[in-house]
Structures are given as structure tokens and as C-alpha cells.
């Protein structure tokens, strides 16, 4: 069965560094998804990704956030100068018709920032 | 904004049991997804909804738009289904608001 691939499993990093997270979405969906989750806490939308533009955003998803899809394959998340609150899980998600399908989610990338 | 309430918050019960988990939202949507986490961290969607019922395996969703509530019911539960069950919510636009989960334990 296809599946969204998140790389890497695990991320740590200085307060301050930039890091970007990578997910391979399901080839054939137009939908992308970023999420986070604090540990111990809910599952929070950051973004959504359609058509080559944001189509929706958070307010947590600040100017310290951007994400991209440069080749067609790859989406990915950037934070520009990471906060110790940046700490989560981030999930990233694809569907191939919002209005009709599931989400699929990847694994996740653990993100700790020291 | 979307308020989304689940309950129980933790459920313990016997294998077989017939399970139940609640939620509740705030503001009308246009969809409703079920979600399994398990304890490694890993999301899986087990249903979207936007009227009715929907089955898959031992599995049943329902959802009541004029109530804005919906149920999950597993039948004949397993302790392979202990997870954290997770209700999200889609309004008008693409983002889901998701509720604090449900923490099933089921014991042989």
C-alpha cells in the first residue's frame, strides 16, 4: 500500500538553527498537510499545501515557517531559527481529494530543539 | 473556531467488550475523521465522515450533523486495538481541529 515517507525519524538541533523536515507525500494526491504535536498535547493544523501554493494556515505557522514543494515529489517544512517550543512531532499528511478521502498521515519527525 | 470534545478521556475494559468513544464539536463541518494513534506515535486514519455511518471491519463510525456528535464503536475488542482514537474535525477549509484523544487500554 502507498504511504507518505518522513525523513529524518529524529531531528535535534540548537535553539536558533534552521531545520527542514522532509515528507514524500502518495504520488497521485494533490492535497499536502503539515501538523504538530507537542508531546502530551493535541494535534494542531500548521498548513496546507494545494496546487503549488498555501492554501490554508494556522497562526502558528509564523514567518518562521515556509514550506515548498520544489520538485513534485517532495514537501517539505522549514523552521528558520528554531525556539525550544518548536519541540513536537511534526506529521505530514496528503489526501488526493479533500472533500472526499482520508488523510494519510507519514510517521512523523520527532524535532527536539536544545 | 471549533471547539471538538471527546470522552471518555481513558477507558479500560475486557476483551470483547463493546467499546464506545464520544465527540462532540461546536460549529457545523463539512467532515469528520476518525484517527488511530498508536503508541510509537504513528497517525492512521480509520474513517471520514460527513453523514451516517460507515463500517470497515469491527469498526463502526456514526455521526449525527444535527447533534453535531459523533460515536466510534469497536466491536469484540482486542488488545491489539489499545491506541489513543482521535476525532478531527473539517470545516469550510482544508485545516482539521482535532480533539485530545481517547486512551484505550483493552485487557486479555
Known amino acids: 500500500e502507498p504511504e507518505v515517507t518522513q525523513t529524518p525519524s529524529h531531528q535535534v538541533t540548537q535553539m536558533g538553527q534552521e531545520v527542514i523536515l522532509r515528507c514524500v507525500p502518495i504520488?497521485?494526491?494533490?492535497?499536502f498537510y503539515w501538523y504538530r504535536q507537542i508531546l502530551g498535547q493535541k494535534v494542531e493544523f500548521l498548513v496546507s499545501?494545494?496546487?503549488?501554493?498555501?492554501?490554508?494556515k494556522s497562526e502558528i505557522f509564523d514567518d518562521q515557517f515556509s514550506v515548498e514543494r520544489p520538485d513534485g515529489s517532495n514537501f517539505t517544512l522549514k523552521i528558520r531559527s528554531t525556539k525550544l517550543e518548536d519541540s513536537a512531532m511534526y506529521f505530514c499528511?496528503?489526501?488526493?481529494?479533500?472533500?472526499?478521502?482520508?488523510?494519510?498521515f507519514g510517521a512523523g519527525t520527532r524535532l527536539s530543539v536544545l | 473556531k471549533n471547539e471538538v470534545e471527546q470522552s471518555p478521556q481513558n477507558l479500560t475494559a475486557q476483551e470483547g467488550e463493546f467499546i464506545t468513544i464520544n465527540c462532540s464539536y461546536s460549529?457545523?463541518?463539512?467532515?469528520l475523521h476518525w484517527l488511530q494513534q498508536h503508541p510509537g506515535g504513528g497517525i492512521v486514519s480509520l474513517f471520514m465522515?460527513?453523514?451516517g455511518k460507515k463500517k470497515h471491519g469491527r469498526l463502526i463510525a456514526t455521526i449525527n450533523i444535527q447533534e453535531k456528535h459523533s460515536s466510534l464503536h469497536i466491536t469484540a475488542s482486542h488488545p491489539r486495538d489499545s491506541a489513543v482514537y482521535i476525532c478531527?474535525?473539517?470545516?469550510?477549509?482544508?485545516?482539521?481541529?482535532f480533539g485530545k484523544g481517547t486512551h484505550l487500554i483493552i485487557q486479555p
Open positions: 460549529v457545523g463541518i463539512s467532515a
Open positions: 478531527a474535525v473539517r470545516g469550510g477549509a482544508d485545516g482539521l481541529t
Open positions: 499528511a496528503s489526501c488526493r481529494d479533500r472533500q472526499r478521502n482520508i488523510q494519510y
Open positions: 465522515l460527513s453523514s
Open positions: 504520488s497521485n494526491h494533490l492535497y
Open positions: 499545501f494545494y496546487n503549488n501554493e498555501i492554501s490554508e
